[in-house]
């Protein structure tokens, strides 16, 4: 049974920073596109940062590239998500997800992705 759970979200005032993280079981890191997306209030959910460690690949929604870091560790078998910079429209729900390997052709679609995290809130204020 797979199941993916985030850790690390909150409150933080603009400009800090703020690091997730997502506990994978049941399914490799390493072997899977791992995707971190966010949902805010009215807003639909949208994909922000991608890492396929088997081809070495990595990609950033151009809202937080720049700003934010995806990041795997085998041995933990964890996916974390470094956070700088914070803005108060970063602020929302924010969901780890897995997905096989077609992320390497449709990489910020949630349809490619198989199983999601409950979802940690950050909320960043002025």
């Known amino acids: 049974q797979v199941q993916l759970v985030e850790s690390g979200g909150g409150s933080v005032q603009a400009g800090e920073t703020l690091r997730l993280s997502c506990a994978a079981s049941?399914?490799?890191?390493?072997?899977?596109?791992m995707g971190w997306f966010r949902q805010a209030p009215g807003k639909e959910r949208e994909g922000i940062a991608v890492?396929?460690?088997?081809?070495?690949?990595?990609y950033y929604a151009p809202s937080v590239k720049g700003r934010f870091y995806i990041s795997q560790d085998n041995a933990k078998n964890t996916v974390s998500l470094q956070m700088f910079s914070l803005k108060t429209e970063d602020t929302a729900l924010y969901y780890c997800a897995a997905g096989g390997t077609r992320c390497l052709t449709n990489t910020f679609s949630p349809s490619v992705y198989n199983y999601w995290g409950q979802g940690t809130q950050v909320t960043v204020s002025s």
């Open positions: 890492i396929y460690p088997a081809v070495g690949a990595t």
């Open positions: 049941g399914l490799s890191t390493s072997q899977n596109c």
